[in-house]
């Protein structure tokens, strides 16, 4: 079953920060995050494992609550190269699957 | 360093006509491979997926066939293209479940 993502949409301003949402129906083992620019292939940003653990990627940081179900991406002092296509991907125990969500497109503009 | 080779980059097919779209991945072996379609503006619809040689998961009932003929080499094709079938595919792999996935570049089919 396909994770939700909120919110569909955000537009931001260079320097403003973003939360986007991932959650699931399902027990999840892992959530993945990728950010994928127009005409272009998904690129990797962070995966986070069972255990409720917290990753950083410069600005970019996630976290993932397995008993909500849910992870959310956190976006800090946003930069025009933030803009793309946010996607989650979730993955159960045992499954050798990624099932994206819908995206949440960000728009950052000067 | 592992790479994937995803090809062509654009194809426009006539509807009715056959596909055979075909990736390849260096540097690894025993890699999970996956085929993904975009439709414009969408989201990331797993088609196929395979953890071992000649061995093929189908999420989705559709007009399109996988196969896996060598480790690291995944196909997909149909024998008739529908309009519906237009897309962006991609291709992926990962070490194994649970890992992040490696996209190829894409291939942008329109069926007309």
């Known amino acids: 079953q396909q994770p939700v993502q909120s919110p569909q949409a955000v537009i931001l301003r260079e320097g403003e920060d973003a939360v986007i949402n991932c959650s699931s129906s399902?027990?999840?083992?892992?959530v993945h995050w990728y950010r994928q620019k127009h005409g272009e292939a998904p690129v990797f940003l962070m995966i986070?494992?069972?255990?409720?653990e917290q990753k950083g990627h410069e600005k970019i940081s996630a976290s993932f609550n397995e008993k909500k179900q849910q992870s959310s991406l956190y976006l800090t002092a946003s930069q025009l190269s933030y803009s793309g296509t946010y996607f989650c991907?979730?993955?159960?125990?045992?499954?050798?699957?990624?099932?994206f969500g819908a995206g949440t497109r960000l728009f950052v503009k000067a | 360093s592992q790479t994937i080779h995803q090809w062509p980059a654009t194809l426009v097919q006539p509807v009715g006509s056959p596909l055979s779209l075909e990736c390849t991945v260096e540097?690894?072996?025993?890699?999970?491979l996956y085929w993904y379609r975009q439709a414009a503006g969408r989201g990331l619809q797993l088609l196929f997926y395979?953890?071992?040689?000649?061995?093929i998961s189908s999420e989705v009932p559709q007009n399109l066939s996988a196969s896996r003929p060598q480790d690291r080499q995944f196909i997909l094709s149909s024998k008739k293209l529908l309009l519906s079938d237009s897309g962006f595919y991609l291709c992926?792999?990962?070490?194994?479940?649970?890992?992040?996935?490696?996209f190829g570049s894409g291939t942008q089919l329109s069926v007309l």
């Open positions: 395979s953890v071992g040689i000649g061995q």
């Open positions: 399902k027990a999840l083992y892992s």
């Open positions: 992926a792999w990962s070490r194994r479940g649970n890992e992040k996935l490696f």
């Open positions: 540097g690894t072996s025993n890699p999970n």
């Open positions: 986070l494992l069972k255990g409720g």
């Open positions: 991907g979730t993955e159960t125990t045992g499954g050798f699957k990624t099932i």
